[in-house]
């Protein structure tokens, strides 16, 4: 009899075990996991709920757990693709619906995060944290509408707060990060600017937004070359970023221009300099440093013009921008005493001088307080009609004819309030001639010496009318005033004998 050839069946019994097995070896990864993350290791809890995942990955709880793991790790990105996964395996998950929402809170998203807590919400409408969280999306919604709104109206103050509410609710949001940092580049804040800037580039070096804010940080700070390699670094990690192309654009024609004027100031071509730094401070308002510089170097070039009021406005004006600005308070400072402002002088002086006790800057003060003690006196110089350099003969032919225009006997035909004038105008020249044509008393005074003090002068003993004899020679002095209405101050003549 021939054999017959019978089908033997396949068990499936083995592949059953085998499933089980996987399950069971996957739930013990999960329970491992579970184990490290109540000892909040979340780095071996992640690793063990990876294994659960790769031993069976069609479980929404070991992605839900796993999500909540890169949570505690602030990978929140990571975290959302696991919770999506999750509600796609199960989309009655409520805790991977929850989970995503608060990863999207977490980056900033709060629309999808709020669609995310409504889902839990036809789930289990009594959930109170869904609710809260909605509540709280809703909130982050409104700090970014008054962060758009105060932007627009140049409040960056305002933006910074918003943005600080907003990045407690969404502290992974590098959007929300980026807004501060630009504002607080804007306000002039650039360490923290700077901080949070770096921040950012640590976690993602082809940042554009923050590479921008990085080089504005830099531009702000007059480091401008620098900034520039920002700029066009962002812009080649975002062609169409447009606040980088316009800071870039900025940042070169700035440059330039403040580079004009310093070459045609130092080619002694003032008028030039002071255009190019002119037209240097319509370019960007924003840039305090580099137009306080640019305030500073027009005051240089109007001084040097002669435009000494506008050269004190502009020092003043780059002080404001600047208020630590010690080149600007100097040059103010010798502006003021070109023009005799020596208390406004002092000011500034003592100024740099707390600043920088530097033995330049003491020597720059002390003259000044000596201008500001010699301008509280008589000026000798002004009573006399000369210049401070004047010659020995210059002062006594300013003295003659300051004596003889203010002589009593010339205005005895005149008024009592007027005699009284001439003669004090009279005495004074007498006593400005006795201290500048004696070489002691002369030098003494314009190192700025008390003559009543030292016994070398008492104003209130001079006769000056023994000055007149001595000068004139002798009683008379050989003239005559005709004192009639009609004489005028030069009106009196010698009559030599």
Same mark, same amino acid.
């Given at each position: 009899m021939a054999a017959v050839d019978i089908d033997m069946p396949v068990e499936p019994e083995p592949m059953i075990r085998a499933e #089980? &097995?996987? +399950?069971? =070896?996957?739930?013990?990864?999960? +329970?491992?996991?579970?184990?490290?993350? !109540?000892?909040?290791?979340? !780095?071996?809890? %992640?690793?063990?709920?990876?294994?659960?995942?790769?031993?069976?990955?069609? /479980?929404? @709880?070991?992605y839900g757990n796993r999500a909540a793991t890169l949570m505690m790790l602030s990978r929140f990105r990571e975290a959302l693709e696991d919770s999506q996964q999750a509600v796609r395996l199960d989309d009655r998950f409520m805790k991977g619906h929850l989970r995503e929402g608060k990863c999207h809170m977490s980056l900033g998203n709060a629309m999808a995060g709020s669609r995310c807590f409504q889902k839990v919400?036809?789930?289990?409408?009594?959930?109170? =944290?869904?609710?809260? =969280?909605?509540? /709280?999306?809703a909130v982050l919604l409104e700090y970014e509408k008054m962060a758009e709104f105060s932007f627009e109206k140049r409040d960056f103050r305002k933006v910074v707060y918003c943005m600080d509410r907003a990045l407690a609710l969404a502290p992974a949001c590098h959007r929300f990060k980026i807004s501060k940092a630009e504002c607080l580049a804007l306000l002039g804040r650039y360490p923290e600017a700077q901080s949070v800037a770096s921040d950012i580039l640590r976690m993602d070096s082809t940042n554009a937004d923050a590479l921008y804010v990085r080089g504005l940080c830099l531009y702000y700070e007059d480091c401008i070359d620098?900034?520039?390699?920002? %700029?066009?670094?962002a812009l080649r990690m975002a062609p169409d970023h447009e606040k980088a192309r316009l800071a870039c654009r900025n940042a070169k024609a700035l440059k330039a221009k403040k580079d004009e004027g310093n070459t045609a100031f130092k080619t002694c071509n003032y008028d030039a300099a002071y255009l190019?730094?002119?037209?240097?401070?319509?370019? #960007?308002? /924003?840039?305090? *440093?580099? /137009? $306080?510089?640019?305030?500073?170097n027009r005051a240089t070039a109007g001084a040097k013009l002669k435009k000494i009021n506008q050269a004190i406005e502009d020092c003043t004006n780059a002080i404001k921008l600047d208020d630590t600005y010690i080149k600007a308070y100097l040059r103010r400072a010798q502006c003021y005493m070109d023009t005799e402002q020596y208390? +406004?002088?002092?000011?500034?002086?003592?100024?740099?001088?707390?600043?920088?006790?530097?033995? &330049?800057? *003491?020597?720059?003060?002390?003259?000044?307080?000596?201008?500001l003690k010699k301008s509280k006196r008589k000026d000798y110089y002004k009573v006399l009609g000369v210049g401070k350099n004047a010659t020995e003969? +210059?002062?006594?032919? $300013?003295?003659?004819?300051?004596?003889?225009?203010?002589?009593?006997?010339?205005? @005895?035909?005149?008024?009592? =309030?007027?005699?009284?004038?001439?003669?004090?105008? %009279?005495?004074?020249?007498?006593?400005? %001639?006795?201290?500048? @044509? &004696?070489?002691?008393?002369? @030098?003494?005074? &314009?190192?700025?010496?008390d003559l009543d003090n030292d016994g070398c002068f008492d104003g209130g003993d001079i006769d000056p009318n023994n000055i007149f004899r001595a000068f004139f020679g002798g009683h008379g002095g050989g003239f005559s005033f005709d004192s009639s209405p009609d004489s005028g101050p030069g009106n009196f003549f010698f009559q030599f004998g």
């Open positions: #089980d &097995d996987l +399950e069971r =070896e996957a739930e013990g990864f999960k +329970e491992q996991g579970n184990a490290y993350y !109540s000892k909040k290791d979340y !780095s071996q809890a %992640f690793n063990y709920y990876t294994k659960a995942i790769d031993t069976c990955p069609r /479980n929404a @709880s070991y919400l036809e789930l289990d409408p009594t959930n109170k =944290e869904a609710k809260q =969280e909605k509540k /709280n999306a620098k900034a520039v390699q920002f %700029f066009v670094q190019l730094y002119t037209e240097a401070l319509a370019i #960007d308002p /924003n840039n305090i *440093k580099t /137009n $306080a510089k640019l305030y500073c208390e +406004e002088a002092v000011r500034d002086y003592e100024k740099v001088y707390q600043t920088e006790k530097t033995s &330049d800057h *003491k020597h720059l003060l002390k003259n000044a307080q000596l201008e003969d +210059e002062i006594k032919k $300013a003295y003659r004819k300051r004596a003889l225009m203010h002589h009593p006997d010339r205005h @005895s035909g005149a008024t009592p =309030e007027v005699q009284k004038e001439e003669e004090k105008k %009279f005495k004074e020249v007498g006593e400005a %001639f006795t201290v500048l @044509s &004696d070489p002691k008393k002369k @030098s003494r005074y &314009d190192n700025g010496h």
